[in-house]
């Protein structure tokens, strides 16, 4: 078994996990009894996926995954910070 | 020493061997984080399994990521393109989740939409009373 192919198996065997994971977070976003339920959950998802571009970057050998990945990642806390100002004041502010 | 791989160095093969291992503990922590955000009572109790999801399931294997695709020499040049993505992807979830979930905790206590359900005292209440006062 060559490098190449052994990297290959070993990130298509961890596909299943990523799922499954995946779909439980999703329950969570949908059915989450308060907005900060569902935000929590989207963080989750979305710092899930940097680690899912990661594995397909690597698989795929396209290196520009990487810079979404570091975009989804910021998106994230952007979400978080005015999400919780909303909650907060009642407003989003400048 | 036997290399499990003839066509890397020694070097390469250590860092490929603690990639993997880093890789296996994000996709655990990840299944064990989602199981834990769907089981969870409460909101306050939830979010140790979403540190458990963001620390221990995408900072722990990004850098494992990094030390796995810098040592395997046959992606050629975008090697560096997805270890510096990476690292740096992991360098700024390990800055900004924690202060994102910090800030939605607080807004979620002081704007009451979460109840405090099963409590013993809460002073940080306690304490916003004494200030309204």
Same mark, same amino acid.
């Given at each position: 078994?060559?490098?190449?192919?052994?990297?290959?198996?070993?990130?298509?065997?961890?596909?299943?996990?990523?799922?499954?994971?995946?779909?439980?977070?999703?329950?969570?976003?949908?059915?989450?009894?308060?907005?900060?339920?569902?935000?929590?959950?989207?963080?989750?998802?979305?710092?899930?996926?940097?680690?899912?571009?990661?594995?397909?970057?690597?698989?795929?050998?396209?290196?520009?995954?990487?810079?979404?990945?570091?975009?989804?990642?910021?998106?994230?806390?952007?979400?978080?910070?005015?999400?919780?100002?909303?909650?907060?004041?009642?407003?989003?502010?400048? | 020493?036997?290399?499990?791989?003839?066509?890397?160095?020694?070097?390469?093969?250590?860092?490929?061997?603690?990639?993997?291992?880093?890789?296996?503990?994000? @996709?655990?922590?990840?299944?064990?984080?989602?199981?834990?955000?769907?089981?969870?009572?409460?909101?306050?109790?939830?979010?140790?399994?979403?540190?458990?999801?963001t620390i221990g399931?995408?900072?722990?294997?990004?850098?494992? @990521?990094?030390?796995?695709?810098?040592?395997?020499?046959?992606?050629?040049?975008?090697?560096?393109?997805i270890a510096t993505?990476?690292?740096?992807?992991?360098?700024?979830?390990?800055?900004?989740?924690?202060?994102?979930?910090?800030?939605?905790?607080?807004?979620?206590?002081?704007?009451?939409?979460?109840?405090?359900?099963?409590?013993?005292?809460?002073?940080l209440r306690e304490?916003?009373?004494?200030?309204?006062?």
């Amino acid at each position: 078994m060559t490098l190449e192919s052994f990297i290959s198996t070993f990130i298509v065997a961890l596909l299943p996990a990523f799922l499954i994971s995946l779909s439980l977070y999703a329950i969570r976003v949908i059915k989450g009894p308060s907005i900060t339920d569902m935000v929590l959950a989207i963080d989750c998802v979305t710092y899930d996926l940097c680690f899912l571009m990661g594995l397909l970057s690597i698989l795929f050998k396209i290196g520009f995954l990487m810079v979404a990945a570091l975009a989804l990642a910021l998106w994230a806390y952007v979400l978080d910070v005015y999400v919780a100002k909303y909650l907060e004041a009642r407003e989003v502010g400048d | 020493m036997v290399f499990l791989f003839p066509e890397l160095n020694i070097f390469e093969e250590i860092a490929l061997i603690i990639g993997i291992i880093l890789t296996l503990i994000g @996709v655990f922590c990840d299944v064990i984080g989602s199981i834990g955000m769907v089981r969870f009572p409460n909101f306050f109790v939830r979010l140790h399994a979403a540190t458990v999801g963001t620390i221990g399931g995408a900072v722990y294997p990004l850098f494992g @990521v990094t030390l796995m695709s810098l040592a395997l020499n046959y992606l050629g040049v975008i090697r560096y393109f997805i270890a510096t993505g990476a690292f740096l992807t992991a360098i700024a979830i390990v800055l900004t989740a924690p202060v994102g979930s910090h800030a939605l905790a607080r807004a979620a206590h002081r704007s009451k939409t979460v109840p405090v359900e099963p409590k013993v005292c809460d002073f940080l209440r306690e304490d916003e009373r004494l200030i309204e006062e």
